[in-house]
């Protein structure tokens, strides 16, 4: 079972008066697509993939602040690029206060004795061909903190006995292949810690091992950050793992972060509807409860070509007028709905359309829609008229219409215009110390 520290009890800083460690404002991460190669003989741009998009967060020594999302949504990234492992495209990083977004190898290498790494697969993480030995202490000569082997053995040694791998002598000598999941695990714990880092950013570090042994390494780094004063961040999809370790949690979808707060408190009363999506996929450790989910439509979209203003209303149940509909939201309706009909049946309403690939364009905030062979545009308006009618009747109600201002008729086409998207930025909201990036809350419009 996990025990956090009690703060009160041990007469610990809360977290507000703490210094701050790590700020980060603006922050883009952004990789450029290399297309085909007539696009770059031409000179044409291939595009970009907004892999951090604007992440605004302040992290205050002594934290466990967890970055949260689906797989895609930028958390490892953001990780990474905290300690110069990818480069910033724009925005800053400040530690203690310094600009470290331009630093360059020679610059950072210093820092990586205090920014240190524990990666999601502890397999890889270990040079097969190094004793355990040599692959912990590595760090030591690497920053030449010892000026002796006795020095080096001694300090390797305490390592191990921190993470757990006691009586150290009996791992030494051994190499990876020796340990299992959960020891190798330990292992790269005690390379990460053996350079006094006061920084750790971890990736998913338990979901590769074991149930048996996740929890126990979870207790492991709260026993380590308790006795070195070690600061986290926990990059996990994971909420049930986020809920018990971080003390901050950052809930990220698309490069964005999309909400913002103590852990308690946004578990307590998630605001954004994402965050209520992922809290409701929390598996239900009772069988004999039948718990009613929504789960989330669809897939988290391209970061080549993100949905415009806010980035979840494609999936979410309760988008509103402004949050970005375009013409691709219409197709995505349409074939949705194709699919939940018998074929006779969806292949007559799909022969009112002509190509629909017109309609596959990101940024498009007017859908223009050839009729089929045969159908003119009014056939094409008055079949669209019917689904809206009976979305209104229907619960829970398609979102997608709230964002239609007209259909109308224009040279031979059908033509459905949207509400100007509206970018959600994260905004505070009165009397709790969440932001949430969202128009259901007053404020986050951009």
Known sequence: MLTKPDTEASGVVALDDRETLVE??????????????????????????????????????????????????????LGRTLLGMNRATGGTIRYRGEDITEFGERKMRPLRRKLQMVFQDPHASLNPAMDIRTAVGHPLRIHNLVSSDAEYDAKVTDALERVGLTPPERYL??????????????????????????????????????????????????????DLDLTYVYVTHD????????????????????????TAEVFADPKHPYTKALLAAIP???PTLAVERELLRGEIPDAAKPPLGCSFHP????????????????????????????????????????????LSESGVTSAAVTPGRGHSAEDVLEYLRRLREEASAAEPREPFWRGVITM???????????????????????????????????????
């Open 315 to 358: 999936r979410c149940p309760v988008a509103l007028a402004g949050c970005g509909w375009e013409a691709r939201d219409l197709r995505g309706l349409l074939e949705r709905r194709w699919l939940e009909l018998p074929p006779a049946e969806a292949g007559k309403e799909r022969a009112l359309f002509g190509d629909l690939d017109a």
């Open 173 to 226: 000598t051994k190499f990876p292949g020796d340990l299992s999941g959960g020891q190798k695990q330990r292992a790269v714990l005690a390379r990460a810690i053996i350079a006094e880092p006061e920084l750790l950013v971890a990736d998913e570090p338990i979901s590769m091992l074991d149930m048996s042994v996740r929890a126990k390494i979870l207790q492991l780094m709260l026993d380590l950050k308790r």
């Open 284 to 286: 239900e450790p009772d």
């Open 408 to 446: 109308h008729a224009e040279g031979g086409r059908a033509v459905v215009e949207f509400s100007p998207a509206q970018d959600p930025r994260l905004n505070l909201l009165p009397e709790t110390d969440v932001q949430v990036a969202c128009h259901l809350y007053p404020g986050s419009g951009g």
């Open 239 to 262: 909420l049930a793992s986020a809920k018990f370790f971080c003390d901050t949690i950052a809930i990220m979808y698309l490069g964005r972060i999309v909400e913002y707060g103590p």
């Open 24 to 77: 980060m404002q603006d922050l883009e991460v952004h990789f450029g697509m290399r297309g085909n190669v007539f696009g770059r003989l031409a000179g044409k741009a291939a595009g970009a993939v907004k892999a951090v998009d604007g992440v605004n967060l302040k992290l205050r020594k002594g934290e466990v602040l967890g970055l949260v999302g689906e797989s895609g949504s930028g958390k490892t990234t």
